[in-house]
């Protein structure tokens, strides 16, 4: 069982399990309880895309609580948002940020992964 094998890294279960009913809750996955249970994908891979799934554990991507659509709010030591240097590069980060994750899907990634060259360790 994945809890169980990710437990053993010393990731304590009710934290994975926190995570996992979260991802559920949001409609990533599905559970099934009992003998043979566990979670399963509620949407193809290709559907399911990293900037939403770091949305629901994060939070916003935004890296100033100024850019954030959904958590907006200005910064203690601003003095005018529409001059800020700061925050004009940190949008740039954000939509670039954005534009990655959100058009990276979780098969993407898997794909990724597939597609590296083996290494031996000897």
Do not use: W
């Not at 309880?33 to 991507?61: Q, T």
């Not at 939509?95 to 979780?106: H, P």
């Not at 597939?114 to 290494?119: G, K």
Request: with cysteine; hydrophobic share 40%.
């Amino acid at each position: 069982m994945l809890i169980s094998s990710l437990a053993t890294q010393g990731i304590p279960k009710k934290f994975l399990e926190s995570i996992l009913l979260e991802l559920k809750n949001q409609g990533f996955l599905h559970s099934k309880k009992g003998k043979g249970g566990g979670y399963l994908l509620a949407k193809i891979p290709e559907e399911i895309k990293l900037g939403d799934v770091i949305r629901v554990l994060e939070g916003p991507l935004a890296p100033l609580p100024c850019l954030s659509r959904t958590a907006y709010r200005r910064c203690d030591d601003c003095v005018d948002e529409a001059t800020c240097g700061i925050r004009m590069v940190m949008q740039d980060v954000a939509e670039a940020t954005a534009k990655i994750l959100d058009g990276t899907s979780l098969a993407d990634v898997v794909n990724r992964v597939t597609q590296m060259p083996m290494t031996y360790h000897i």
